[in-house]
């Protein structure tokens, strides 16, 4: 079984694998994409098992999800396949600023009509770590309570929930809806890992301390910010109950697409709470996996394997950071 479950809406990914744009693409490569789908291939590209709950229409996109899964490893045994709505999709061009455009189909799809009860079919034996996003919550009220039921069950099993925000203000009927909602979630989680835009956002505050504390008070164990492309810091309390605090710097790279930077990053984040790094170490991943991400136009194909990511930490010069 798993030792890692995450749950999200994977879509196929239709790439111009260039700068022009959709009426002059001529070739759209067929890839994989999605926030948590990220995560997962970022997971098993580090060596550890990991299973993905979702709702998938009963199609050509649901199928080349499913097979793509299984080729990478991921467990598929907790997704479900429904007739009379599609999986969703995606279209994605590149742009000379690092930034790409993207267009999405995915209202009213199978993954947005997926209910709390698909959490009944999810076997927790063997899984340590639950990953979740505030992208899936966003989709419908439907969704938001699938979220809040596994991340219940998953504390019921005793497993640690990891919550990337990950923030979509479209999804919501307003920012004040977001933040609240986003907030009630993550007091029931133990490790809450935002931006720090995303943090001064939902807490309301603007220095990354303050952040910390916000969220630590609301009994959440390791809060990790990350700083934009400078670095990231992890928050935590020691036995006195006074502030930890742990600042890494990121890497020197070449950018040629963000997508997807923040979820090698997450990656990064859960195989090393799974193969128990410090801080230290653990931030070191996170940063390295997120830097080599943007190194590719792909949203996870770039996600590095163990021997990738140990030289390029090894041999990759560092940025300077501090709060």
Known sequence: MPEVMTIGEPMVNLIADSTETYLEARQLPRQMAGAEFNVAIGVSRQGHSIGYVTQLGDDWQGDLIVDYMNATGIDTSAIRRVSGAATGFQLKVRSSDGEPKVIYFRAGSAASKTTPDIVDDVDFTGVRILHVTGIFSALTDQTYETVNALVDAAKAHGVTVLFDPNPRPTLWPSQQAMIEATNRLAAKCDVFLPGLSEGQ???????????????????????????????????????????????????????????????????????GLLEGLDDDALLERANAVGAIQVTSVSDSEGLPTVEELRKFIAFTPRKEVEL
């Open 201 to 271: 956002l939902f807490s309301g505050r603007q220095d990354p301390r303050d952040i910390a504390d916000y969220y630590l008070d609301m009994g959440i164990s390791k809060v990790i910010i990350k700083l934009g492309d400078t670095g990231s810091v992890a928050f935590g309390r020691n036995a006195d109950g006074g502030r930890t605090e742990v600042v890494v710097p990121s890497f020197v790279v070449d950018v040629v697409d963000t997508v997807g930077a923040g979820d090698g990053f997450a990656s990064g984040v859960i195989t």
